[in-house]
């Protein structure tokens, strides 16, 4: 296993970037699918259980960056603040939907089949309201600012800087 370094990322946070990558892919395709056909609707306990997934590993893989802060290639400021709102998005949008799922008295939680979380007694409104207002919204900011990431990189690489490098190899 490869640790970080300042001229690339190691194996665990090239890990945790591709596998949260793929995770967050695999987020707008289910909320895209059914938003566009709700027979897709279907899709949600999966979207769920990778949602949650997502929220673990996006806490893991913040707690690995500042443990590694020192060894990590260094970027511009715009690309800290970047990066910086990217983690913040990993964590705000599972968060809003963790919250509007304890406040909701339809489904229980279940993570590929593992209960997590029973449905709340009765509906807690405002729970609802601020999971209901937010999680959309924040997961869309999520995937723009994500295109922006990806966009961003490609261009550094075409001008030789070979981010991409740092974490592709």
Not at 43 to 60: P, R, W
Not at 100 to 118: E, N, P, T
Request: charged content about 15%.
């Amino acid at each position: 296993m490869q640790p970080d370094t300042s001229a690339r990322y190691g194996t665990l946070s090239r890990c945790f970037h591709w596998i949260m990558a793929l995770g967050f892919l695999f987020m707008l395709g289910t909320a895209a699918a059914w938003n566009y056909d709700e027979a897709y609707f279907s899709l949600m306990k999966y979207h769920k259980s990778v949602g949650f997934i997502l929220l673990i590993l996006a806490a893991l893989r913040l707690l690995w960056a500042v443990a590694n802060h020192s060894r990590r290639p260094s970027g511009t400021l715009m690309a800290k603040l970047g990066h910086a709102a990217l983690y913040l998005l990993m964590l705000a949008v599972p968060a809003a939907a963790m919250i509007r799922q304890a406040g909701s008295d339809k489904h229980d939680l279940q993570v590929f089949g593992i209960h997590i979380m029973s449905k709340a007694p009765e509906k807690i409104e405002w729970m609802v309201e601020l999971g209901n207002q937010w999680h959309g919204k924040l997961a869309w900011l999520l995937f723009i600012l994500a295109a922006g990431h990806i966009v961003m990189a490609v261009i550094h690489q075409i001008k030789g800087e070979k981010i991409i490098n740092r974490m592709a190899r």
